[in-house]
């Protein structure tokens, strides 16, 4: 396929947009300059950030002409080259790898009692530390972290492996500074992800059961695919529903009518989440590499470029969603990008939807009737690349 | 050059020419045909380009896979037992051309 680059226009740069601002609050920034283009070179990141929402549909949609194979790709640096690092057809084989094991039949006959059991369990532990805890810190992201733990069958690891490895992997993969404690970290918890892995499969093999590494282990999948995606999932498999679980949470107690909405008709939980999502993507942006010169909606996009497909941005598009920095459960639906779009479409996506929306949300607010926001210590989002609650004190009675 | 024909309610139905081996799917979502949605790009995965075929095509519709199966239990609008499909598995060809779908009122 060849695209027409004749007419079209050069992208804008802006040299205002600064990391820390993003991190800070990245919506201001994205609404200033959804108002002169759908795509801009931002220096402070070194990329091309794709804004608009046809735009990063576009992107995400032709892996032909927009790669997701990055060079010197930082993920690639902290986690090994994963599946989402990877094109069709080699993205298409690892996949299928997966199987059915994040798929809703599985949730229904395994998974869905897992969460119901760590849920009770996490939730036990709040109400242990008392009004005041931390919503993240003591609920969303243990909870996140055992239920990835049991699904992908690290069993001798623990939530807190979990999490340590999730978080210094996902630190190098942001590591755009360069700075080398982050790598010494990132590889420590990669060479510990490794170990856990060759120990895994020979057991797992003689006790095959229904996890992720289980499946993976008969499989006849390069042992430095396995390595690669089991880092990229144990990434993705945590932040992503601790982050919807605790955007979806501050939303509610941010919003009395809203929490009503959903207090009155338990079927609207799905709603919070979903709406949860487009709100604030818990992935705001990942990369893609445009493999020739070409156009994306009007403007000229060099061959080679590295770009950012901003789905925080797009996810607040007011072309598509009225009202877009609103957290509304009732607004028209339109399809959101949270989870990506086209072969890279989130594998987790129906695991999130469950642990979080059917299972982690409904047991806390039943729970915790009078739940609420801590006055004194105000709750605070963070981040851009990934956003969620930094922390979330809460009280109930 | 296949003809897929999809039905949303009370306007004229969209009419597209498909390129051969593009699926329902790919064809609704290349010419903006509203109401597929197709998230996931065609992995039986998503559950938003649900379609209803029209009965005279039944029975030369391919096989429904275990992915499909478990997908299509989690529509968006409601499935029915006999014509509910996911578009991205149906490649219109001989006998199916031209395939007339009726497209769901809801896809998320």
């Known amino acids: 396929m060849t695209t027409d680059v004749t007419g079209a226009r050069p992208i804008p740069t802006d040299d205002q947009v600064t990391i820390p601002a993003l991190f800070d609050d990245p919506y201001p920034i994205y609404r200033r300059l959804r108002s002169h283009a759908p795509v801009h070179w931002i220096p402070a990141v070194n990329r091309y950030m794709v804004i608009g929402y046809h735009a990063c549909r576009t992107v995400e949609r032709d892996q032909e002409r927009f790669s997701a194979d990055e060079t010197n790709s930082l993920m690639k640096r902290s986690m090994g080259h994963s599946m989402l690092r990877k094109d069709d057809p080699e993205h298409a084989v690892e996949r299928a790898s997966y199987g059915g094991v994040l798929r809703p039949k599985a949730i229904k006959n395994h998974w869905r009692a897992v969460f119901d059991h760590n849920a009770r369990t996490y939730l036990d532990r709040l109400r242990e530390i008392g009004p005041g805890a931390d919503l993240i810190r003591d609920f969303a992201a243990p909870y996140a972290a055992e239920n990835l733990r049991v699904i992908m069958g690290f069993y001798e690891a623990t939530q807190q492996d979990m999490q340590r490895w999730s978080q210094t992997m996902i630190d190098g993969t942001g590591n755009y500074a360069d700075d080398p404690e982050v790598w010494r970290m990132a590889k420590e918890s990669s060479d510990e992800v490794d170990e856990a892995i060759d120990r895994a499969l020979p057991y797992l093999r003689s006790h095959p059961d229904d996890s992720l590494l289980s499946r993976l282990a008969d499989l006849p999948v390069p042992l430095e695919s396995i390595r690669a995606n089991m880092k990229m999932t144990i990434g993705g498999g945590l932040n992503e529903p601790r982050d919807a679980l605790g955007t979806t949470v501050w939303a509610l107690l941010s919003d009395p009518d809203q929490r009503a909405l959903v207090a009155a008709d338990p079927a609207r939980w799905s709603d919070a989440f979903e709406e949860s999502v487009r709100w604030v993507a818990p992935i705001g942006m990942y990369p893609r590499e445009a493999t020739r010169d070409t156009e994306l909606d009007g403007f000229h996009v060099p061959a080679g470029a590295r770009l950012g497909v901003v789905v925080g941005a797009a996810n607040r598009d007011p072309e598509v969603f009225t009202n877009p920095d609103r957290y509304d459960i009732d607004r028209p639906k339109q399809p959101h990008l949270a989870f990506g779009g086209g072969e890279h479409f989130c594998a987790g996506a129906w695991v999130a939807r469950s642990s979080v929306a059917q299972v982690a949300l409904p047991m806390l607010f039943d729970t915790l009737p009078r739940l609420r926001l801590d006055p004194e210590r105000p709750a605070r989002a963070g981040g851009w690349v990934f956003r969620g609650m930094r922390t979330l004190p809460v009280l109930w009675d | ?108």
Not at chain 2, 5 to 33: F, Q, W
């Open chain 2, 1 to 108: 050059m296949p003809r897929i024909i999809y039905h949303n309610g009370t306007a004229e139905p969209n009419v597209v020419e498909a390129a051969d081996g593009t699926s329902v799917m790919r064809a609704a979502v290349a010419n903006d045909v509203p109401g597929i949605v197709g998230e996931c790009g065609g992995q039986a995965m998503c559950a938003t380009c649900h379609v209803y075929v029209r009965a005279e095509h039944l029975d030369l519709l391919p096989e429904m896979s275990e992915d499909e199966e478990e997908m299509l239990e989690c529509t968006a609008a409601p499935r029915d037992e006999k014509r509910s499909r996911l578009s991205c598995q149906i490649v219109p060809g001989p006998g199916l051309d031209p395939i007339e779908v009726d497209v769901p009122a809801d896809q998320i």
